[in-house]
Structures are given as structure tokens and as C-alpha cells.
């Protein structure tokens, strides 16, 4: 009963029949069983060779890999108050080709202290409060 009021899905597999809930990307399912279905209608992929129109294979119904939501139509969103003053972001650092987290690390407070290394750990240190 929970996975009908959740809108959840069954695998199509007989015999198989694993709740599966998807909460974003494509309509391309994956059970535990290793059957390809279709997300949004439940029919089983006809073949999981990746194919020019999909790299999940041949589905076995029409619908389209992304569900794309209807477009909602824009409302007026009045101002904010004159008395907020709306700052703009901080940036923050990058290490390591990565943005660098708020949450602090657990692990040391200097990063050349830290055990992940000063290009491996992605958690904010004593020197990044320049930033």
C-alpha cells in the first residue's frame, strides 16, 4: 500500500516484483534482478545494448527517457521588503578541481594537518576562512 500512495514502481520481472523509486534523472530502471524497464510505464526493455537514441538500450514502449515537467506559468513575486538587504554569496575556495565544502572537517583543523591530504579533502579548513 505505501508504494501505491508513493507512486513507486514494480519491477516487471516475473517473479520478481522489487519496489523501485526514482527520484531523478531518466525513466531507465535498473532492478536488483538486472532487468531494464521503463520508469514511467513499466514495460521491460527489449534489449539493454546502448543504441544511437538511448544508452540504456531498446525500450519497449514509446516514452521519452526524460519526463519533462510542464512549464508552470510565471506569477508576479512581489519584492522583498525594503528593510532586507540581500548580500551577495561568498565565493569559496576550490581544491583539488572540487569547490570546497561549509562543514567543517572532522578529521584536523589545518589541511596540511589533515589525514585526506591538502588536495583530497573537500571539508573546510582553518585556511579557508580567508575566503
Not at 520478481?16 to 530502471?29: A, P, S, Y
Not at 536488483?32 to 526493455?45: I, L, M, P
Not at 546502448?50 to 519526463?67: I, K, M, Q, S, Y
Not at 567543517?104 to 585556511?127: A, K, L, T
Request: some cysteine; hydrophobic content about 25%; glycine content about 8%.
Amino acid at each position: 500500500r505505501m508504494a501505491a500512495a508513493q507512486s513507486w514502481k514494480r519491477c516487471p520481472a516475473p517473479g520478481c516484483g522489487h519496489v523501485v523509486e526514482r527520484t531523478e534523472g531518466c525513466n531507465h530502471m535498473r532492478c536488483r534482478c538486472g532487468v531494464d524497464f521503463c520508469y514511467a510505464c513499466g514495460k521491460q526493455y527489449r534489449s539493454s545494448e546502448p543504441t544511437a537514441d538511448n544508452v540504456h538500450g531498446t525500450p519497449g514502449c514509446e516514452c521519452p527517457l526524460f519526463a519533462v515537467p510542464e512549464e508552470v506559468e510565471e506569477r508576479f513575486v512581489p519584492a522583498p521588503p525594503p528593510a532586507l538587504v540581500l548580500r551577495p554569496a561568498r565565493p569559496r575556495p576550490w581544491r583539488g578541481g572540487r569547490m570546497v565544502s561549509r562543514t567543517r572537517c572532522w578529521h584536523s583543523s589545518s589541511i596540511h594537518d589533515c589525514p585526506q591530504g591538502p588536495q583530497r579533502c573537500w571539508f573546510w579548513h582553518d585556511e579557508d576562512n580567508d575566503y
